[in-house]
């Protein structure tokens, strides 16, 4: 009789909506069958979650298709039932709603949830112990991205400073999103095809374990205010966006990891977030900083994202950097592999107390913004300890410095702090091999320690700018060590299971997000000089073909050109690879821009007469396209069409106008720009675009309606002052 107690109590619990931990002696089959066919279906106890085929349930009013309200329940869906928020036709932008909503009860479990079609594929509020196991969510809200091959626009970026109140979600959506829910447990979710993979906000002990939240078009895995979690063989990978190979690598605030506003002593062991914007972005928070809130000054003391654990991570090949974690305290970085980022490694502005130890670095910088480049960045940092790396083919291995930076030096949280001063940063026992620079550090305030660090075919070993303060460290170089008695959660090896899709060029962005890697694409490459540039991805490209007055020019790799067969006029054409399904249309047009780049003095918004005579005498090129992409750099620097742009011409305070004369057909036409910084369009000698001031990478546009075709002139001038610069004029028919 009393062995029969554990069955009896577990039959009786599953009766009641609960269950035996640990235990499920009735099975699945046992649960009740709950067939969801409509909305606002309230789930009180445990049950099995049987969806018809091809029905779509929209959740109406925002607060759940399936709504758990009761304590205990276990939610297992049965194998291929999927619960559709939206038809697979819908565009991304238009999903809404919630699949699963599951508010104010503990110990709920959701087993083998499959959901498509929904802004929130499950969101759980006040929810403790929650767990999560085998769902699959995809096909989730994403925003439209405007950046393009040729350039970026200023409206993708994300902006995630603020989250108090909910923006983060409401923004972007997400896969799975936990709000205050302690010591919640999520394994084996998977994620595809959305902007947000797994999302968790102002909750302590999270457990996060063998996921995977790939290929996403904004974070990965994204904490605010999280405590004590640990997160571990799971792959953020490819959650990118604004990035275009050899254009321009922005990232606009993505990352596979995403740590923001106070999230402390987290662990992240064994994770890869490769190809992302950042592999990591953490920020201390602006209330740590001081701009929401009022406290004292003691409260600011040591607040930021602290104490967290990153070990024997993958955090290479991001658009912008491999980890970033800045306004922050005592954080361990070890033992980590950060190769192929485009600005740097690491970079760790305002922070103090960080341990960077053990880690790989290499190939770092190449797509750098100025001196920000290579393995390790700091500025204004203190305390900082740099031991036993190895730096490889950087573009500078470590790199310190001071500067006046009067806003964020008054803010409470850095004066509370040290007020920016630096001192105690420590560069010892690294191995540098083939970096033109290995440490270079200028207008520190405090001494830098240095000593037992080894070469081998470096450029410069130390470079030093002024007051800049450098001591040999005395003694023995400090000792770390890894955390002993650390057991790595999970069973799958994600670290290294992608390097096969080799670094950055691996990004290729789609209209909605990064290209997956498997199902089949045609992408826009941009524009040359010799027509539209497109690649076939994941199709035998000989299946592709063009209907139009144009020309398909094969290339190869997949990629293909096609042209106008008249030079100078547009002609629309459609692209279809019937085999694989894709379609592709556009616009083929080889124009000839007339070009001028000059230095300039003085504001051109002040008066134009000085501005425009030395337009006038600055040497024409011709180009077929107007797109310049100058970066940190200026005329003197881009490469456009097999020719430096302007040689003589530094990288600010420059000008841009350009001419054009085109044959268009009878129809709407719209023109548009992308400036950094002010931009003015003419067509036939009237103003039709209009942005003359100091800006950062923004897009306008105008339109140019025509009764009949004929020949339009358009004349574009650009001004820059200082900082990055873009100047992209697109000439399209109107959708």
């Not at 928020?85 to 508010?103: F, H, K, L, N, Y």
């Not at 620079?437 to 830098?448: D, Q, W």
């Not at 320690?449 to 023995?476: Q, Y």
Request: some cysteine.
């Amino acid at each position: 009789m009393f062995r029969r107690l554990p069955l009896l109590l577990g039959l009786v619990l599953a009766l009641l909506g609960g269950r035996a931990p640990g235990q499920d002696p009735t099975g699945d089959a046992a649960l009740p069958l709950l067939v969801v066919d409509r909305d606002d279906v309230d789930v009180l106890t445990s049950c099995r979650v049987r969806v018809p085929a091809d029905v779509v349930v929209r959740d109406v009013n925002g607060d759940g298709v399936l709504r758990v309200r009761a304590a205990g329940v276990r939610l297992v869906f049965e194998a291929g039932a999927t619960l559709r928020g939206a038809p697979a036709t819908e565009e991304p932008d238009q999903r809404q709603g919630i699949g699963i909503s599951v508010r104010g009860v503990a110990d709920v479990r959701i087993e083998g949830a499959r959901l498509r079609g929904f802004k929130l594929g499950i969101e759980a509020r006040e929810a403790p112990r929650l767990v999560v196991l085998d769902a699959d969510l995809a096909d989730g809200f994403r925003q439209r991205l405007h950046s393009t091959p040729e350039a970026e626009d200023a409206v993708d970026w994300l902006y995630p400073h603020r989250n108090d109140d909910g923006e983060w979600s409401r923004g972007g959506g997400a896969a799975l999103r936990l709000l205050r829910c302690d010591d919640a447990r999520i394994e084996r979710v998977r994620v595809r095809t959305s902007q947000n993979g797994i999302m968790i906000e102002d909750s302590a002990s999270p457990l996060v374990v063998d996921g995977d939240a790939s290929f996403l078009s904004g974070w990965g895995l994204a904490l605010w205010r999280v405590r004590d979690g640990t997160f571990a063989r799971s792959a953020f990978d490819f959650c990118v966006r604004g990035y275009s190979h050899g254009v321009y690598n922005r990232g606009q605030d993505s990352a596979g990891i995403l740590i923001f506003e106070q999230c402390v002593r987290n662990r992240f062991l064994e994770c890869s977030a490769t190809h992302g914007g950042d592999g990591v972005f953490g920020f201390g928070g602006i209330e740590a900083l001081g701009e929401v809130g009022e406290h004292d000054e003691d409260w600011y003391r040591r607040r930021g994202c602290n104490d967290n654990l990153f070990l024997g991570n993958d955090f290479s090949h991001a658009a912008a950097h491999g980890l970033e974690m800045t306004f922050s305290f005592g954080n361990r970085i070890l033992e980590n592999r950060l190769v192929g980022n485009a600005i740097c490694g690491i970079w760790g502005g305002y922070s103090q107390d960080t341990l960077i130890a053990g880690n790989l670095f290499g190939d770092n910088g190449e797509g750098a913004y100025g001196r920000e480049r290579g393995g390790v960045n700091v500025e204004h940092g203190r305390d900082n300890r740099i031991l036993d790396n190895a730096f490889r083919g950087d573009r500078c291995g470590v790199h310190l410095w001071w500067d006046e930076d009067p806003g964020l030096l008054a803010k409470p949280g850095v004066v509370a702090n040290g007020g920016g001063r630096t001192a105690r940063n420590v560069v010892a026992g690294n191995l540098f091999v083939g970096t033109p620079v290995a440490l270079e550090v200028r207008g520190e305030k405090g001494a830098t320690l240095v000593g037992a660090n080894r070469h081998e075919d470096v450029g410069r070993e130390l470079v030093t700018g002024p007051d800049a303060a450098i001591a040999a460290l005395e003694g023995t170089p400090p000792t770390w060590a890894a955390p002993r008695g650390i057991r790595v959660p999970g069973a799958t090896r994600p670290v290294g299971a992608r390097r096969a899709l080799g670094g950055r060029e691996a990004i290729v962005m789609t209209p909605w997000g990064p290209w997956d890697h498997e199902t089949p694409w045609l992408a826009r490459e941009g524009r040359g000089p010799d027509g539209d540039r497109w690649r076939v991805l994941g199709a035998d490209p000989e299946g592709l073909a063009v209907e139009g007055e144009v020309e398909l020019v094969a290339g190869e790799g997949g990629r293909v050109v096609v042209r106008p067969r008249v030079a100078g006029t547009p002609r629309p054409y459609r692209l279809r690879h019937a085999a694989a399904g894709l379609e592709g249309r556009g616009v083929a047009m080889v124009l000839d821009w007339r070009v001028r780049a000059f230095a300039t003095a003085g504001d051109p918004r002040a008066g134009g007469e000085a501005w425009r005579a030395a337009a006038a005498a600055a040497p024409v090129r011709r180009l077929s396209a107007l797109r310049l992409p100058f970066g940190g750099g200026g005329p003197g620097d881009l490469v456009v069409e097999g020719a430096v742009l302007a040689p003589e011409v530094a990288a600010d305070r420059f000008g841009v106008v350009a001419e054009l004369e085109v044959e268009l057909p009878a129809g709407r036409w719209t023109v548009v720009t992308t400036s950094d910084d002010g931009v003015r369009v003419r067509a036939d000698g009237r103003v039709i675009l209009e942005n003359w001031t100091h800006h950062g990478a923004t897009r306008d546009e105008a339109t140019i309606d025509l009764a009949e075709a004929r020949r339009v002139r358009l004349e574009v001038e650009y001004f820059e002052l200082d900082g990055a610069a873009v100047l992209d004029v697109r000439l399209a028919p109107a959708r």
